[in-house]
């Protein structure tokens, strides 16, 4: 993506360059090293230089920053920490799910404030047993801080940062902001904390837990939270969002609350995908099916059955999954339960589980070797449990085969970093030797002492913790099979001179629709080009029920993107409008036509006219007469085609 031009920017824009050149200089002085170079401070584009300025200069308690994939979200919050050190403003870096928190060296958001599966209730209500959103034990907030990496003295303005938001749920965000709140208050710095909050909603939101004994509710981050009070009669709970009024109970005081949001636009990541590919996953992230004309490209990476134990797509191109993708990750719904299989084969038929036994299988037969793995864990302040937890999804324990693939949950080195997928060539005691599937350069594993989060500073009762120790060659997790919740991070790169299936994804959707927030585009996008992917299903229809994007998660992230346009003054072009004739009719007056069309008010239209070729009107339905107001540039496309 081109960087900001030399001339025609908007004085806001100018303002905001002008702003981070001085910040530039000044770090240099103070730290005797560069942030960016003059030549890579214009190679910024205008809405991450509008947005640094913004989230550096404004007063706020609460900022959400969001950008589809590739828009350089990481690599802003990465350049907003160091001018905020600059300000003197200490950044803490947290993320949702322990894969992101590892990629930005931070830690995971629940293991950072003490919070562990969220079995805390609201301050004021520790006496309710039922007032905890997992349903089970619950504890304090003030049991919360305790365990939690800020109860130590920082006497400096404190910024919190929560990447992949999308994961956490309204109620968890409450819980936050209070274990926040109280570890700021036994502070006593006399300097604020604001909270920052980072991701691309449209991916998936946060997983549902908890038992139906004790009812739970899961909103999205954007959202008032609610919560149970198990009294007679029930009674519910209301705080307000942090997108909104702040986490604050509602009908009781509160402080004022500002909030802001920002939206990234521009694309960075470069890829040797067709723009068609990228338009697909544009539109397939907003939720549109594979009736739009851009997602309709995705028709022929779907491949349906086509009898044993072949699937072929509409360009007549057969495979066999077990045999010409077996070099391939497979992506399943469920992981499986064998046991429960036996009773009934949908608990075990089409799961992570069976594929990965049949890949063992398969090389039982081939007589390749196998080890088994052991972590060395030495828990601290944290026990072995949330050691663990924090390192999700690497195990304690793993049983690995030589030609297995194995996906990378660490950076290890350069060439092989969290979500690098690699095949196993040997296994020995205490090392693993690796190939990565993109460049085929080979590595070997040796049992590392992988990073907990630092707690830096002095503990309140005067010492120093230490969090514990995680120590592993098997930095990783089986990579022939997962589910979509486990792919997240994962880019399958382009092999040249790949065999066949090697450096593919292959899509398997169950039988039973699941229409779950962003689940379909995940797994789409885990590839570069639309030849590495594959789609099982039983037909196109099939493909359609697991499409979803919330029209509100849209409407947050809209709002943030005009928010960044107004201020760079670069308007969001309109999107071209396709048409396409479903159907064409005689009437007694003369004769119909229906249209299906890309426009969002008008998506299907249908346009009536005499025997003369004159419009009598535009209906929104083909069987009668449903009057609708329709764009006449809209209506000359439409006609364009009934004269061809």
């Given at each position: 993506?081109?960087?900001?031009?030399?001339?025609?920017?908007?004085?806001?824009?100018?303002?905001?360059l002008d702003w981070l050149l001085e910040q530039c200089e000044a770090y240099e002085l103070k730290f005797k090293k560069p942030l960016l170079s003059y030549n890579q401070a214009l190679g910024m584009t205008a809405d991450q230089v509008i947005v640094l300025h913004k989230l550096c200069t404004e007063d706020y308690d609460a900022a959400f920053l969001t950008g589809p994939a590739g828009t350089g979200k990481s690599y802003?919050?990465?350049?907003?920490?160091?001018?905020?050190?600059?300000?003197?403003?200490?950044?803490?870096?947290?993320?949702?799910?322990?894969?992101?928190?590892?990629?930005?060296?931070?830690?995971?958001?629940?293991?950072?404030?003490?919070?562990?599966?969220?079995?805390?209730?609201?301050?004021?209500?520790?006496?309710?047993?039922?007032?905890?959103i997992t349903g089970g034990p619950r504890r304090s907030v003030k049991s919360a801080y305790e365990r939690s990496m800020m109860n130590y003295k920082v006497s400096r303005p404190i910024l919190l940062v929560i990447d992949e938001i999308s994961m956490l749920t309204s109620e968890q965000l409450v819980l936050v902001y209070q274990v926040a709140k109280l570890a700021h208050e036994e502070m006593k710095s006399g300097h604020?904390?604001?909270?920052?909050?980072?991701?691309?909603?449209?991916?998936?939101?946060?997983?549902?837990?908890?038992?139906?004994?004790?009812?739970?509710?899961?909103?999205?981050?954007?959202?008032?939270?609610?919560?149970?009070?198990?009294?007679?009669?029930?009674?519910?709970?209301?705080?307000?969002?942090?997108?909104?009024?702040?986490?604050?109970?509602?009908?009781?005081?509160?402080?004022?609350?500002?909030?802001?949001?920002?939206?990234?636009?521009?694309?960075?990541?470069?890829?040797?995908?067709?723009?068609?590919?990228?338009?697909?996953?544009?539109?397939?992230?907003?939720?549109?099916?594979?009736?739009?004309?851009?997602?309709?490209?995705?028709?022929?990476?779907?491949?349906?059955?086509?009898?044993?134990?072949?699937?072929?797509?509409?360009?007549?191109?057969?495979?066999?999954?077990?045999?010409?993708?077996?070099?391939?990750?497979?992506?399943?719904?469920?992981?499986?339960?064998?046991?429960?299989?036996?009773?009934?084969?949908?608990?075990?038929?089409?799961?992570?589980?069976?594929?990965?036994?049949?890949?063992?299988?398969?090389?039982?037969?081939?007589?390749?070797?196998?080890?088994?793995?052991?972590?060395?864990?030495?828990?601290?302040?944290?026990?072995?449990?949330?050691?663990?937890?924090?390192?999700?999804?690497?195990?304690?324990?793993?049983?690995?085969?030589?030609?297995?693939?194995?996906?990378?949950?660490?950076?290890?080195?350069?060439?092989?970093?969290?979500?690098?997928?690699?095949?196993?060539?040997?296994?020995?005691?205490?090392?693993?030797?690796?190939?990565?599937?993109?460049?085929?350069?080979?590595?070997?594993?040796t049992p590392t002492l992988l990073p907990l989060p630092d707690v830096s500073g002095v503990h309140a009762q005067g010492y120093k913790t230490l969090v514990g120790r995680f120590e592993t060659c098997a930095f990783g997790q089986i990579g022939n099979a997962m589910t979509f919740w486990a792919c997240q991070g994962m880019t399958l790169k382009r092999k040249p001179n790949a065999r066949q299936g090697e450096d593919c994804?292959?899509?398997?959707?169950?039988?039973?629709?699941?229409?779950?927030?962003?689940?379909?585009?995940?797994?789409?996008?885990?590839?570069?080009?639309?030849?590495?992917?594959?789609?099982?299903?039983?037909?196109?229809?099939?493909?359609?029920?697991?499409?979803?994007?919330?029209?509100?998660?849209?409407?947050?992230?809209?709002?943030?993107?005009?928010?960044?346009?107004?201020?760079?003054?670069?308007?969001?072009?309109?999107?071209?409008?396709?048409?396409?004739?479903?159907?064409?009719?005689?009437?007694?007056?003369?004769?119909?036509?229906?249209?299906?069309?890309?426009?969002?008010?008008?998506?299907?239209?249908?346009?009536?006219?005499?025997?003369?070729?004159?419009?009598?009107?535009?209906?929104?339905?083909?069987?009668?007469?449903?009057?609708?107001?329709?764009?006449?540039?809209?209506?000359?496309?439409?006609?364009?085609?009934?004269?061809?």
């Amino acid at each position: 993506m081109e960087g900001l031009p030399p001339t025609n920017l908007t004085p806001v824009v100018t303002e905001s360059l002008d702003w981070l050149l001085e910040q530039c200089e000044a770090y240099e002085l103070k730290f005797k090293k560069p942030l960016l170079s003059y030549n890579q401070a214009l190679g910024m584009t205008a809405d991450q230089v509008i947005v640094l300025h913004k989230l550096c200069t404004e007063d706020y308690d609460a900022a959400f920053l969001t950008g589809p994939a590739g828009t350089g979200k990481s690599y802003t919050v990465k350049l907003l920490k160091e001018l905020l050190n600059l300000q003197d403003v200490y950044v803490y870096r947290t993320a949702a799910t322990g894969v992101a928190a590892q990629l930005i060296r931070g830690s995971t958001v629940h293991r950072f404030l003490g919070l562990g599966s969220f079995d805390v209730v609201p301050r004021g209500y520790w006496e309710d047993a039922n007032c905890c959103i997992t349903g089970g034990p619950r504890r304090s907030v003030k049991s919360a801080y305790e365990r939690s990496m800020m109860n130590y003295k920082v006497s400096r303005p404190i910024l919190l940062v929560i990447d992949e938001i999308s994961m956490l749920t309204s109620e968890q965000l409450v819980l936050v902001y209070q274990v926040a709140k109280l570890a700021h208050e036994e502070m006593k710095s006399g300097h604020p904390i604001r909270f920052l909050l980072v991701g691309d909603l449209r991916q998936l939101a946060a997983v549902k837990t908890g038992k139906e004994l004790f009812p739970c509710h899961h909103h999205y981050c954007f959202e008032e939270a609610e919560f149970t009070l198990r009294h007679r009669p029930e009674q519910k709970l209301y705080f307000g969002s942090f997108f909104g009024s702040g986490p604050f109970e509602k009908g009781k005081p509160k402080p004022d609350w500002k909030f802001i949001s920002y939206g990234l636009y521009h694309q960075h990541r470069q890829s040797g995908a067709s723009a068609a590919f990228q338009e697909a996953l544009y539109y397939l992230g907003r939720g549109e099916s594979l009736d739009h004309p851009k997602v309709s490209f995705l028709k022929e990476r779907i491949y349906l059955p086509a009898g044993k134990g072949r699937w072929g797509n509409n360009q007549g191109h057969l495979v066999n999954p077990d045999e010409d993708l077996a070099e391939a990750t497979h992506l399943f719904l469920r992981n499986g339960n064998k046991m429960k299989g036996q009773q009934n084969p949908w608990f075990w038929q089409n799961t992570v589980g069976e594929h990965n036994e049949k890949i063992i299988e398969r090389l039982k037969k081939s007589n390749a070797r196998c080890r088994t793995y052991h972590a060395q864990i030495t828990p601290g302040l944290w026990s072995e449990e949330e050691i663990l937890d924090y390192f999700k999804p690497i195990p304690k324990t793993i049983t690995l085969y030589e030609g297995m693939r194995f996906l990378c949950r660490y950076n290890y080195c350069n060439g092989l970093a969290n979500g690098t997928m690699t095949k196993i060539i040997a296994l020995y005691p205490n090392s693993i030797e690796v190939e990565v599937i993109e460049t085929g350069e080979c590595f070997t594993l040796t049992p590392t002492l992988l990073p907990l989060p630092d707690v830096s500073g002095v503990h309140a009762q005067g010492y120093k913790t230490l969090v514990g120790r995680f120590e592993t060659c098997a930095f990783g997790q089986i990579g022939n099979a997962m589910t979509f919740w486990a792919c997240q991070g994962m880019t399958l790169k382009r092999k040249p001179n790949a065999r066949q299936g090697e450096d593919c994804l292959v899509v398997h959707l169950d039988k039973r629709p699941r229409r779950e927030q962003g689940l379909f585009y995940v797994g789409c996008s885990r590839v570069e080009s639309p030849e590495q992917l594959y789609i099982l299903a039983n037909s196109y229809d099939h493909v359609n029920q697991f499409i979803y994007c919330d029209p509100r998660v849209l409407k947050v992230m809209d709002e943030a993107e005009e928010r960044t346009r107004s201020l760079t003054g670069e308007c969001v072009s309109e999107p071209e409008v396709i048409c396409s004739i479903e159907n064409l009719w005689e009437t007694n007056a003369g004769y119909g036509c229906t249209f299906s069309t890309t426009d969002p008010r008008v998506p299907k239209l249908t346009l009536f006219y005499d025997h003369n070729d004159n419009l009598l009107g535009c209906s929104s339905r083909a069987d009668y007469l449903a009057p609708v107001e329709v764009p006449h540039t809209l209506i000359a496309q439409c006609e364009a085609l009934l004269s061809d």
